[in-house]
């Protein structure tokens, strides 16, 4: 009789846990789908979750019409595939220059090459953001001009915040060295 009811009572217990997994699972189905699709949180192939994040912040900054958001939407995603394939040669180039710098023989005119080339794929970032900008800034309102304009600028404070000061690099430079005055 005894085992009988601890059976009756984990059968109870089994289906009551049954029961509430099903809730749980319905539960999370109905709210999925009253709040629509996820948003993306990677990009595809084509970046698009990236230049769609780029373009809604342009559209809640400077009140982009429909049309403006459709043209700031195609430059972002233009820009993000140009920058990123450059940054990736950046890393490249990177990983080159320590490699060569650490090496048995390092090669001071093969540095010099490779340093270069990291100078000049800076250049090509810098042209890509500034042909963005001014693209973006074709589709503007006089009025959204000067907000944009604020928009570059404190991302241009905003990196020059980031970065270390000149000669000043992790206490590296010359002024990290023991003053010799008074010897």
């Not at 109905?30 to 948003?39: D, K, N, V």
């Not at 939407?73 to 990983?95: G, I, K």
């Not at 905003?158 to 690099?169: A, F, L, M, T």
């Amino acid at each position: 009789m005894i085992a009988t009811n601890k059976y009756k009572i984990l059968i109870w217990l089994v289906v009551i846990l049954f029961a509430m997994n099903l809730a749980t699972i319905g539960s999370l189905v109905y709210h999925t789908r009253q709040s629509g699709e996820p948003e993306p949180t990677t990009a595809d192939a084509s970046g698009t979750a990236t230049s769609d994040r780029g373009a809604r912040f342009f559209r809640d900054q400077l009140a982009l019409d429909p049309n403006q958001m459709l043209s700031f939407r195609e430059a972002n995603r233009v820009y993000n595939r140009s920058t990123h394939q450059v940054a990736r040669e950046l890393e490249m180039l990177r990983m080159l220059l320590v490699s060569e710098m650490t090496g048995v023989h390092p090669d001071s005119a093969h540095i010099d090459s490779i340093s270069g080339e990291i100078g000049n794929r800076h250049r090509e970032l810098k042209r890509l953001t500034a042909a963005y900008y001014l693209e973006m800034r074709t589709h503007c309102t006089p009025e959204q001009k000067t907000k944009l304009d604020e928009i570059f600028l404190k991302m241009v404070h905003q990196d020059e915040g980031d970065q270390p000061e000149r000669g000043r690099r992790m206490g590296r430079g010359w002024d990290s060295l023991p003053s010799r005055r008074g010897r």
